[in-house]
Each structure stands twice: as C-alpha cells, then as structure tokens.
T-cell receptor, first 116, second 115 residues
Framework: AQKITQTQPGMFVQEKEAVTLDCTYD???????LFWYKQPSSGEMIFLIY??????QNATEGRYSLNFQKARKSANLVISASQLGDSAMYFC?????????????FGSGTRLLVRP | NAGVTQTPKFQVLKTGQSMTLQCAQD?????MYWYRQDPGMGLRLIYY???????DKGEVPNGYNVSRLNKREFSLRLESAAPSQTSVYFC??????????????FGPGTRLTVL
C-alpha cells in the first residue's frame, strides 16, 4: 500500500488565487512528520513546510500553510495568492518514527501551473 | 554556507563502467541520504547514514554502495552501471533539533545517463 498519496498529477491556478494540493498518508506510528517540497524546472528540491504529528496547530510559512487533519490522515498544502514563480512540481513526504535515521517517503508529486 | 553540494552535475556512462558521486554538507548535520528520482516520480531512498560511521540500506539499494567518509561527506558508488540506473541522484542531510523537528536539505542533484 502506498504510504503517501498525491491524487492530483497536475493542476492549474490563476495568478493571485489560492490553491490546495492534496496529500494523504498511511502510517501506524504515533510519531511522524509531514513535509512539502517544491521542485522547480531547474530540478532542485526546496523545503517549504513541516508539520509534526503532535503539533496542535497547522503549520504556516509565509504564503504556505499546511491543512493537517490527523483523523483523516491528510496534510494538504495551501498556497495563497499564487505567483507565476509557484509553477513547479510539489512533493509531499512523510518521516515515520522517532529513530535517528529520519528517512523520508515521498509521494509521486503534483505539477502546478500558475496562469497569468 | 554552501549547504549541500554534489559533484558532478551531469554524467554519461557506458554500461559496466563504474563511478562515484560525491556529496558534502557544511551544516554540521549528523544524518545524510542518497535518493534517486526517476522521470515523473518522487524520490526513493537508496542508502542513508544516520551518523558518522554508520550506513544502512534504503528502499532501492541494489547496485549501489556508499561510504560515509567523515561527518561532512557521503559518497555513492556504482560499481557496474546499468541503463536502469539512469536517473537524477539527490544527496540530502538533516539534523534533529531539541523540539523534535527535523528537515532534510537537498543538494542540486546529479543527472546520470547510462547508455
């Protein structure tokens, strides 16, 4: 079974509008972390936002927020006021457990295209 | 700070050739990782090193070896390259902080083609 599922292969959004990228996860651990990364066409992986499983409040970083619904096992990324530079691949990832390795499991990604 | 650096940026090999991908980080992180990304897919973990002197297999270790040379450097070796190893390779490093948070920071990637 897939641990991280991103059901939207591609999405469009109009510039200046908000967009939500979906991510659901599967784990039996009580302690885990959820991450979103951005990969522009240049190829690098850019860390955007992190949510710990015990965090009571949704994480926010500038225009990025994470809509964390623990009971539904979802960790959707919300980008407010989209900009042309937001066009990229977006990956959701999960780190399970408390061991020292902090291995990440990635979803297959969502390609976001911001229209002017 | 340069963060995580990788060399080379691009490489073309013939089937059966060997090569080593180099990775270094200057953030004093304990943990380092090697991932591969195939077209249209997310990253998959090849090997990781939780701390200096330790290495462990990830999801797709076959055909690779690693060396954690010191705290800064973590290399990935392909002993006999195969076309199936054509991919983009990313190195990453991370540290766990007192509040329990940790984040992996990635290098720019190495694009490897095996003919």
């Amino acid at each position: 079974a897939q641990k991280i599922t991103q059901t939207q292969p591609g999405m469009f959004v109009q510039e200046k509008e908000a967009v939500t990228l979906d991510c659901t996860y599967d784990t039996s651990d009580q302690s885990y972390g959820l991450f979103w990364y951005k990969q522009p066409s240049s190829g690098e992986m850019i860390f955007l936002i992190y949510q710990g499983s015990y965090d009571e409040q949704n994480a926010t970083e500038g225009r990025y927020s994470l809509n964390f619904q623990k009971a539904r096992k979802s960790a959707n990324l919300v980008i407010s006021a989209s900009q042309l530079g937001d066009s990229a691949m977006y990956f959701c990832a999960m780190r399970e457990g408390r061991d020292s390795s902090y291995k990440l499991i990635f979803g297959s990604g969502t390609r976001l295209l911001v229209r002017p | 700070n340069a963060g995580v650096t990788q060399t080379p940026k691009f490489q073309v090999l013939k089937t059966g050739q060997s090569m080593t991908l180099q990775c270094a980080q200057d953030m004093n992180h304990n943990s380092m990782y090697w991932y591969r990304q195939d077209p249209g897919m997310g990253l998959r973990l090849i090997y990781y090193s939780a701390s200096e002197g330790t290495t462990d297999k990830g999801e797709v270790p076959n055909g690779y070896n690693v060396s954690r040379l010191n705290k800064r450097e973590f290399s990935l070796r392909l002993e006999s390259a195969a076309p199936s190893q054509t991919s983009v390779y990313f190195c990453a490093s991370s540290e766990k902080y007192r509040d329990g948070t940790d984040t992996q920071y990635f290098g720019p990637g190495t694009r490897l083609t095996v003919l």
